[in-house]
């Protein structure tokens, strides 16, 4: 059995006497299978071991690119604060590019840039664009690992994925929103997105439509897309919800807070608002009444899971490399009264 750890580390991992390794690292009889087994994984553990000290205080640089709205960068800088001085196997720095409208060009740039500065590893949320793909391949190919964040891109060679399943996201606000729209004879459901490049809201969009279909066949959706059209969306917004008599909207894209407003100057009654994320301004809807659910995923559990991608390359296995995917959770009013944070 080959391995490079005295007899004696060895034992001490396995909890084993120093004679029984010594039978089973030299192929001796007289062993029991379980106890070769113990041993086995006993020299596992310790190239493990030794795999995570030689990361220790090795500092990584990692890039992040990120085109979100205003409130998902400030919070997903707060996480970035948070998860990078609590990793302890080794120290990670950021290089941040967040913009709240980034032109493909210049998301390609910046990858580029990740590739020539030789990153040690990129987290991007982009649009599942074929430039930014193919940026995304020249990354990997040069053992640089990517992880897209809260859209996902498949098509690429991207080394992991730290965000919801968007069709499953999809489904569970369809869920809420036929059990709140139940009695209404063909209600009418807007749907809002931000960008059709964002595969992320292409799947929301799906799921929704797919499990409304099966919950609530009734129902109607007009489906809203931002796009370039910047402040006059909102108003679009509301004048659809106004003469469609809309009982819900299913905010996809975010920017709640001016959807809002601009549905209530119709003077009619507000739908049911399902949003994204859980930032400052869909905390505040929710406390006031103004939203009725937000489902999200914990930026923190985002970037710890991105960081783990990274280690698991960086240390050739030692750290285990995670699944994709993170937590879906829900917020809805009551679990923000009386000062509750929620969570």
Request: proline share 4%; net charge neutral.
């Amino acid at each position: 059995m080959a391995h490079r750890f005295s007899i004696k580390e060895i034992a001490h991992q396995a909890g084993l006497s120093t004679a029984t390794v010594d039978r089973v690292v030299n192929d001796r009889q007289g062993v029991r299978r379980q106890t070769a087994n113990r041993v086995r994984a006993a020299i596992r553990e310790l190239e493990a071991q030794e795999a995570q000290l030689s990361m220790s205080g090795r500092k990584l640089m990692i890039d992040v690119v990120v085109e979100a709205p205003q409130a998902f960068l400030d919070a997903l800088n707060d996480a970035l604060r948070s998860e990078l001085p609590l990793i302890q196997t080794a120290i990670f720095r950021a290089r941040s590019d967040l913009r709240a409208r980034f032109p493909i060009e210049k998301i390609v740039a910046a990858l580029d840039r990740a590739e020539r500065l030789k990153s040690d590893g990129v987290i991007l949320m982009a649009p599942d664009a074929a430039p930014v793909r193919q940026a995304v391949d020249r990354l990997t190919a040069e053992a640089i690992p990517v992880v897209t964040l809260a859209t996902d891109m498949p098509g690429t060679s991207r080394t992991g994925y730290a965000g919801l399943d968007n069709h499953l996201t999809g489904e569970t606000a369809a869920w809420l929103m036929q059990r709140w729209l139940a009695g209404q004879a063909t209600p009418h459901v807007v749907i809002t997105k931000r960008n059709e490049g964002f595969r992320g809201e292409g799947e929301r969009e799906a799921g929704f439509r797919a499990a409304m279909s099966r919950l609530c066949a009734d129902a109607r959706m007009t489906l809203l897309v931002q796009g370039k059209e910047g402040s006059d969306f909102t108003q679009r917004v509301a004048d659809t919800v106004r003469m469609t008599g809309a009982a819900g909207l299913y905010s996809i894209g975010g920017g709640n807070r001016d959807l809002i407003r601009a549905i209530s100057r119709t003077g009619l009654p507000r739908p049911i608002v399902i949003g994204h994320d859980l930032d400052p301004e869909n905390r505040a809807l929710l406390k006031a009444g103004a939203l009725d659910a937000v489902l999200y995923h914990e930026l923190t559990d985002d970037i710890r899971h991105a960081l783990q991608v990274f280690l698991a390359v960086h240390s050739q296995g030692a750290v285990e490399m995670p699944g994709d995917g993170t937590p879906l959770r829900i917020m809805l009013p009551p679990m923000l009264a009386d000062g509750q944070t929620g969570g």
